[in-house]
């Protein structure tokens, strides 16, 4: 019998439950918050503040003016912010399900490191950053930004009744292209709800990648998402949430008439998209992560050409 056999096997690590070096400099007692708020995972804030960037860009180009750079900043805090209050208002509600997850079961609250009280003031102080932030704009945008809270409140009990809680979680994450229009337009316009409704999809199509991850434990635990929807045919799946979001946020910058470098920049995130679809494997959790991952790139190119056709159309 060769050394070691009849030893258990050492759980599974899967790659975003991980410890990330960054964490282990926050000093001990800052750990299970910074955890709790994922300041350890800045991909979370980076995905929610992206749609907001492009509000803000595309009513720039509407406007023939340049992106308010003070906006860009103040959203860039309230997407850490609430992204932060956002994941722990989650892990409150998901802490006895996180203990049944792989991937979750180190969470602060999931395995007892913060209380629940701990965990529901530290929410409150995160909460009040953000509402600090929309505070800084005009009353139609405030009220706006408030309505955001109904989808962020259900989110994370949806996953208990349906195969499609990416749909609300979009909802959510989305928000932001019509907080960003807002901001500078002080009212909606057609070409803003497009833009809303590509990012919802573009959401789903990203979270679904992400939902790789967790297929066994979900159905495990008796929960759901897309990818346990779409099963093998998730990569077509994607494929069509990204091909309508494409649609819906081409109708946007149509719809106010942006130039070039406008339409470089989509094509450049269309391309981006494809290469994700075409790199999807259903079995592979290091690549989903992956693949989730890269939108943060994806997102910005989009905000680049925004930015730039807005800049360059005013000289």
């Known amino acids: 019998m060769s050394e070691g056999a009849g ?183 057609w070409p803003a709800l497009a833009l809303y409704a590509g990012a919802i999809l573009w959401t789903m199509g ?3 990648i992400y939902a790789l991850q967790d297929i066994a434990d979900d159905v495990g635990a008796g929960i759901g998402s897309t990818a346990i929807r779409f099963g093998r045919h998730v990569r077509g799946g994607v494929a069509a949430l990204y091909a309508l979001a494409l649609v819906l946020i081409a109708a946007a910058m149509a719809g106010v008439g942006v130039g070039a470098w406008a339409w470089a920049g989509f094509a450049c995130f269309a391309a981006h998209l494809g290469w994700q679809v075409a790199r999807i494997r259903r079995d592979d959790t290091a690549r989903a992560l992956t693949l989730f991952r890269s939108n943060r790139d994806a997102g910005l190119v989009l905000f680049a050409g925004l930015a730039i056709q807005a800049w360059a159309s005013m000289g």
């Open 206 to 208: 990203y979270d679904t």
């Open 7 to 189: 030893r258990p096997a050492p759980p599974r690590r899967i790659a975003d439950d991980l410890p990330d070096a960054a964490l282990r400099r926050w000093p001990a007692a800052v750990r299970p918050y910074a955890q709790l708020a994922r300041w350890d995972r800045p991909i979370g804030w980076q995905l929610l503040l992206a749609p907001c960037w492009w509000g803000t860009a595309l009513v720039a180009d509407a406007v023939h003016s340049s992106p308010d750079v003070t906006h860009l900043a103040l959203f860039a805090v309230g997407a850490v912010a609430m992204r932060g209050a956002g994941s722990t208002g989650n892990d409150i509600v998901d802490r006895d399900i996180d203990r049944a997850v792989e991937r979750t079961r180190g969470r602060p609250l999931a395995s007892r490191r913060v209380s629940t009280r701990q965990a529901a003031a530290f929410l409150v102080a995160q909460s009040l950053v953000g509402l600090a932030v929309l505070l800084c704009f005009d009353r139609y945008t405030v009220a706006l930004g408030i309505a955001a809270l109904l989808p962020v409140a259900v989110y994370p009990f949806m996953k208990r009744i349906t195969n499609w809680p990416q749909f609300v979680l979009g909802l959510a994450f989305a928000w932001g292209a019509l907080v960003g229009w807002s901001a500078t337009a002080g009212s909606l316009a």
